[in-house]
């Protein structure tokens, strides 16, 4: 738009500067022939050139006043519409600057919101690790439980039982000790004791605590007694011997012993050793603590 306007203006002072040349060459030849007094025409026809040349004068200086009049309006026009561009690039710089500033104030966001979850990854990691640690606290603390409770279980051990498994009557007399095998079992916590054999074996190293019973009729040629023996060692007895009337014997003995110590009792020799549904005969032992 600059640009025709400049090309406007140029064509504008061209014509000028053309009317101008003419008015000049017509303004000499008057006065020359005014001078001269030419021969070939007379004063009425050079009054009539020049007043036609006067109008013509006229004519293009309307046209050409008429012309800048529509360039100045042009130019106004021109004038407007750049300072209406000017306010239009001026509002898309400042929105454009808006949308940077808002980009810039997103990327902030942005990095808070990377920074935050490079925590939260941390945290679920530490979190991670802290569970698989917790896992094998529980699994040790599972096992130690389990050790626990089979150390438990062996270290619950007691047992008690009586001569006869039915009915009633006497044992003996024998010529020499014989085992004696308490057939009825009255509790066997820990199963050491063995009603088939009458041995009590150890399943764990420990202090043992035992006690027997023996009951018998008065007599007078036998008594009622039974030691208790520690792997074939003798080591205590329990012994009652009347010859009338019920008596009753008994011993007892705390025994530290290794696994697999067996622990019974023998019936004293040339003795009477009575039972029946009563569970008057009796054997028990349990363990007081393991070592």
Known sequence: METLMLFHALLLLCGLSTVQLEADSNSKMISHLRQTGSQ?????????????????????????SASLARL???????????????????????????LK???????????????????????????????????????????????LRREGEVNRVAFS???????????????AQTNLVFRRVIANIGNAYNPDTGFFIAPVRGVYHFEFFIFGHGHDSHGSGAALFKNGEHIVIGFEHQASHCGNGGNSATLLLEVGDVVFLRQWE???IYDNENHHTTFSGHL????
Do not use: W
């Not at 935050?116 to 979190?127: E, F, G, M, P, S």
């Not at 498994?165 to 006497?170: N, R």
């Open 40 to 64: 070939v025409g007379d004063t009425e026809n050079l009054t009539n050139n020049q007043q036609t040349c006067t109008q013509d004068i006229s004519t293009v200086l309307r046209e050409m």
């Open 72 to 98: 100045k309006v042009d130019m106004e026009y021109v004038k407007k519409d750049n300072e209406a561009k000017a306010l239009q690039l001026q509002f898309q710089k400042e929105e454009l600057e808006k």
């Open 101 to 147: 500033q808002q980009n810039q104030n997103k990327e902030r966001e942005l990095q808070v919101l990377e920074k935050t979850l490079d925590k939260l990854k941390q945290q679920h990691q530490a979190q991670a690790e802290e569970l698989i640690s917790v896992k094998v606290k529980v699994n040790n603390t599972e096992n130690d439980v389990e050790i």
């Open 161 to 175: 039982a009586s001569l006869l498994d039915s009915g009633g009557g006497d044992t003996g007399p024998f010529n």
């Open 270 to 272: 040339n003795s009477i």
């Open 288 to 291: 007081l603590f393991p070592m």
